[in-house]
């Protein structure tokens, strides 16, 4: 399975833009970026995924490098309730491939007032 | 939908008893995943199922681990004797398909506390 590295924590003050970095130098054509973040006490729930251009939904935006080997999840607006872990993974979607989602040790968001 | 539906959301036993965990996919859904999240070792891939067929189980830990999804609507993680080194948050999963594209929801998990 291809391999994601995350910074281990980051900080941000409520109300401003967090760009949350994730490098992937060994995917491949057919894993797709998927970000998902885990709030206290919960289970993860997923943020937005993608393959080769950039995406948009309501919860934040994905930006990939034209290369593919790096990708950022933008937050436009932080709120306190994004203080979360926040997981960058890539899931294959060749065939045969399983489709597993393993997770690594993501990014600890904190937000402050 | 109500979602990825666990129970018991939380569970106290002693070691040496037998541990039933279970979940109910979304409707519809047909890939079904187990993992299990401590501070050690995070977020651990325990098995995974599609259209009720076991394709990865190599991350089950030994076995005193068990799974089975008898049906589209239910499975179920045993564990066979418990151990305290088995304390943790079991989560369960569902998408639709195999593909990369597909995006999993997640249960509220099982707090497990084997004393």
């Known amino acids: 399975d291809a391999k994601t590295t995350q910074p281990n924590s980051m900080e941000s003050n409520e109300e401003e833009p967090v760009h949350l970095p994730c490098n992937h130098s060994?995917?491949?054509?057919?894993?797709?970026i998927h970000w998902y973040r885990q709030l206290p006490s919960q289970g993860p729930e997923y943020v937005i995924h993608?393959?080769?251009s950039n995406v948009n939904n309501r919860m934040a935006s994905l930006a990939i490098a034209e290369d593919r080997k790096s990708s950022t999840l933008i937050l436009h607006r932080a709120t306190l309730r994004d203080a979360a872990v926040y997981y960058c993974?890539?899931?294959?979607?060749?065939?045969?491939?399983?489709?597993?989602?393993?997770f690594g040790q993501g990014t600890t968001l904190q937000v402050k007032p | 939908d109500a979602g990825v539906i666990q129970s018991p959301r939380h569970e106290v036993t002693e070691m040496g008893q037998e541990v039933t965990l279970r979940c109910k996919p979304i409707?519809?859904?047909?890939?079904l995943f187990w993992y299990r999240q401590t501070m050690m070792r995070g977020l651990e891939l325990l098995i995974y199922?599609?259209?009720?067929?076991?394709?990865?189980d190599s991350g089950m830990p030994e076995d005193r681990f068990s799974a089975k999804m008898p049906n589209a609507s239910f499975s179920t993680l045993k564990i066979q004797p418990s151990e305290p080194r088995d304390s943790a948050v079991y989560f369960c999963?569902?998408?639709?398909?195999?593909?990369?594209?597909?995006?999993?929801?997640f249960g509220a998990g099982s707090r497990l506390t084997v004393l």
């Open positions: 993608g393959l080769t």
């Open positions: 993974i890539l899931r294959g979607g060749g065939s045969g491939n399983t489709g597993k989602l393993i």
């Open positions: 060994t995917i491949s054509g057919t894993d797709y």
């Open positions: 199922f599609n259209n009720n067929v076991p394709i990865d």
């Open positions: 409707s519809g859904h047909n890939s």
């Open positions: 999963a569902s998408c639709w398909g195999r593909s990369g594209a597909n995006v999993l929801t």
